[in-house]
């Protein structure tokens, strides 16, 4: 019987998770031009480029107005004012967000009072200065991305009309979370196969190509790429959002419904079968357009290697931990492929999250705990007590990984001790393959020892049953056992 534990020990010990600066910088990114000013002591900004700069192999520029031990006492004040000058003058950005951090949270510094008297200052200023609250006693990097979303359909979106009454700028929103840039190519590539022209998105933010660039000649001033401070205003008159993760962008997706009036939806993260011919369904309903033969055919390839990978993985135990979206999205793909998963871990306090996989879990008939402001810690005891056969999540995970034998998945963020990682993508039917051939061949190169004879017949000596809740498929394939030998 599937249930939710929410974690009570008041102590996180090796959290999976990082501090709420870090997702109010990841979204600043996706805006062309833009600088982020953290407003704390140096190591709030240091800890995120650090942290960021070992998953996306790029440089991540942050300022900071460091504060010291008189500032902390005094206010941070004064070196706000002089942050965002220097920036101003410095870096001529398109925009300029300004974080809290846990410390200029304990001070009371009024960051927005702070902003509104440097604009008074200064009246040539005529960039966006927004600021989001982010202090790490409340939520994660999810939390601050999310609260950096809901400020942007806060400030920027503009309802215009382009004449005869007409407001559609036929584009639709996409709200992509955290994810990889990868995953963003992807959907802009799912996207592009739709109908016989494509669907021209816009994303809220793209950080594509900022966090996983090039090398040009000569170097432009700003990194090539991100969504326009024109394009955050024109999303007032899109055709719809679609979010694909509820933590990140949820709230945002649905304030631009309400604002505007278009039809707004936040979906699961499009992994696997089922979710992402969710995602296309929604899009095609919003759009009018159908997928392409061509998106087709990537779905009938992902079903072949689905029903190829059953061969290995059909029973095996996995225990998946991360953002809570990534997991969810990972739970109904691992039930897909015919994984039973065992634990489903995060460490954000979601009800939602608890929810939804339980939902899943209900679906399939599975014996899941779902762990909701958990830690590694947690995770490990779990694993010491019921050993499973394959881990997925992020690096963080390494530790059990070696310490138990068992091979990791690398998923999520961050992935910081392996190369190119950002520019795999795991959402739509070709991410899923990808994802789904390195379950398989992480399992057959690490997993039991008897798991590296497997060659394809495992499932054929168990005799069981297929569970798919993909609804493509029958629920239950009974599996002959006509061919054994
Ligand atoms: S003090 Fe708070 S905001 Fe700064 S690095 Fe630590 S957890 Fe993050």
Redesign the pocket.
């Known amino acids: 019987m599937s249930a939710v534990i929410k974690q009570k020990r008041m102590v996180a010990i090796n959290p999976t998770r990082s501090?709420?600066?870090i997702g109010a910088i990841m979204g600043g990114m996706g805006v062309h031009g833009s600088v982020s000013i953290v407003h704390?002591?140096q190591?709030?900004a240091t800890?995120p480029r650090h942290q960021m700069a070992r998953h996306f192999r790029e440089p991540i520029e942050v300022a900071t107005t460091s504060l010291t031990e008189r500032t902390t006492v005094y206010g941070g004040r004064e070196n706000l004012l002089a942050a965002i000058k220097n920036v101003c003058e410095r870096c001529h950005p398109t925009m300029i967000t300004v974080m809290s951090?846990?410390?200029s949270e304990t001070i009371g510094d009024d960051i927005p009072g702070i902003i509104q008297e440097f604009l008074d200052m200064n009246p040539g200023v005529d960039i966006p200065i927004i600021s989001v609250s982010t202090p790490?006693y409340i939520g994660t990097h999810i939390t601050g991305f999310d609260n950096f979303l809901k400020e942007i359909v806060t400030y920027f979106p503009i309802r215009s009309d382009r004449g005869a009454g007409d407001r559609s700028n036929n584009r639709i929103n996409i709200i992509p979370g955290w994810v990889n840039p990868g995953d963003i190519r992807e959907i802009k590539a799912m996207l592009r196969k739709m109908g016989d022209e494509g669907v021209n998105p816009l994303f809220l933010t793209d950080y594509s190509d900022v966090l996983d660039g090039g090398v040009y000649r000569p170097m432009p001033h700003h990194p090539k790429g991100g969504t326009t401070i024109d394009e955050l205003r024109d999303s007032a008159n899109s055709l719809g959002t679609i979010a694909i993760q509820e933590h990140v962008g949820g709230a945002a997706a649905r304030l631009l419904g309400k604002k505007f009036e278009m039809p707004s939806e936040v979906l699961p993260m499009p992994v696997g079968v089922e979710n992402t011919d969710t995602f296309l369904r929604n899009v095609s309903e919003m759009t009018g357009m159908k997928p392409s033969g061509e998106l087709m055919d990537e779905r009938a390839r992902l079903l072949d290697a689905v029903v190829d990978a059953h061969m290995f993985l059909t029973d095996l135990e996995v225990a998946i931990f991360g953002d809570p979206d990534i997991v969810s999205g990972l739970v109904r793909f691992a039930c897909e492929v015919g994984l039973n998963v065992r634990f489903a871990l995060t460490s954000s306090d979601s009800k939602s999250f608890g929810d939804t996989c339980l939902g899943i879990a209900d679906d399939v008939g599975l014996d899941m705990e779902i762990l909701v402001k958990s830690d590694l810690h947690e995770l490990h005891k779990k694993i010491r007590d019921e050993p499973v056969d394959i881990i997925i999540g992020t690096s963080k995970g390494k530790f059990i990984s070696r310490e138990e034998g068992i091979p990791l998945v690398r998923v999520g963020f961050p992935v910081e001790d392996r190369f190119g990682y950002q520019r795999k993508a795991i959402v739509g039917y070709r991410g899923s393959i990808s994802l789904l051939d390195d379950i398989v061949n992480s399992y057959l190169t690490n997993g039991k020892p008897d798991a590296r004879d497997v060659i394809s017949n495992t499932l054929l000596e168990k005799d069981e049953k297929l569970m798919c809740t993909s609804g493509l498929f029958s629920p239950v394939m009974e599996v002959e056992n006509n061919n054994k030998g």
């Open positions: 501090c709420a600066p704390g002591s190591g709030c800890y951090t846990c410390l790490s």
